[in-house]
């Protein structure tokens, strides 16, 4: 797919989202002013990385990953030598849910959707999943489900998924904001990251 291509269908996903009033995260947006977080990156790139919601800062700017929890997503692109514009990075559910808590079930049904067109479009060789929601929603889509384990045995392995555009490798990964309230467990996530090297 053409760049100029990719750029059309993905802003058309942003439009819908903007216009998406029947999402029950809807009314809690525009009560907060918020924004829905669609993504940011390069619409070529070969990694996606993909977390699960956005928080206050993300809401706030439209961009993924901008507060303190992005600061340590930097830290580990930087870790790698992984420029961030090289990259795409998005959520699994692109508005903010109530109080950053987690995203429930009927959001993740609601929102998917839009990130397995993401995924369509971009094409990427490696999705890199923070968290486990993330996680979990991949493996699923992507027909792992027998190789779903929990997230702190799953982190920093490598799995093998066949989509419509060929292969895809997915690299479980902890949540970024770990780090921010474990700075002893980035040591963790720089060792984790270190997969994605031979694909770079």
Known sequence: MKNSEATEKLRAIRDELLAFTTSPLYSYRTKNHYLPVVGEGSHEASIMFIGEAPGRNEAQTGRPFCGMAGKILDELLAHINLDRKSVYITNIVK?????????????IVVYGPFLDRQIEIIKPKVIATLGRFSMQYIMEHLDLSLHI??????????????????????????????????????????KDIEILKQFI
């Open 149 to 190: 384990e929990p997230i702190s045995i799953a982190h920093g392995k490598l799995y093998t998924a066949n989509v419509s555009y060929g292969k895809v490798e997915v690299v479980p990964l902890y949540h970024p904001a770990s780090a921010v309230y474990s700075r002893a467990l980035l040591p963790i996530h720089k």
């Open 95 to 107: 508005d903010r849910p109530p109080e950053n808590r987690d995203p429930t079930p009927e959001e």
